[in-house]
């Protein structure tokens, strides 16, 4: 059976750091991102990274402060937050597909596979 579980998530000040980390059961997936659904909110794209050329796409919101990666041996992604706004807060899911995304677009249907998702908090 096919499972993505993060892990990683918790509460923090304005300005502090968070890892977060997606273990997959199966390498094939092409594609990996990060996806975030705050209270009212549709869920949206983070970061992706494609496997094989690593390459890599982020929300304008995120650029220079997350940063996305991805160890193929061991199936499992990641996800560092640094500069954490209270903005950020939500819930972060993983998600994944067996398609090879080109050009790499974070559209929420693309992803069939998804985490039980992991809440960030940050406080101002």
């Known amino acids: 059976q096919v499972q993505l579980v993060e892990s990683g998530g918790g509460s923090v000040q304005a300005g502090g750091s968070l890892r977060l980390s997606c273990a997959a059961s199966?390498?094939?997936?092409?594609?990996m991102g990060w996806f975030r659904q705050a209270p009212g909110k549709e869920r949206a794209g983070v970061a992706a990274?494609?496997?094989?050329?690593?390459?890599?796409t982020y929300s304008d919101s995120v650029k220079g402060r997350f940063t996305i990666s991805r160890d193929n041996a061991k199936n499992t992604m990641y996800l560092h937050m640094n500069n954490l706004k209270p903005e950020d807060t939500a819930v972060y899911y993983c998600?994944?597909?067996?398609?090879?995304?080109?050009?790499?677009?974070?559209?929420?249907?693309?992803?069939?596979?998804w985490g039980q998702g992991t809440q960030v908090t940050v406080s101002s």
């Open positions: 990274v494609n496997r094989g050329s690593g390459t890599t």
């Open positions: 199966t390498y094939a997936y092409w594609t």
């Open positions: 998600g994944a597909t067996d398609l090879y995304l080109s050009p790499l677009e974070m559209v929420v249907s693309d992803f069939k596979y």
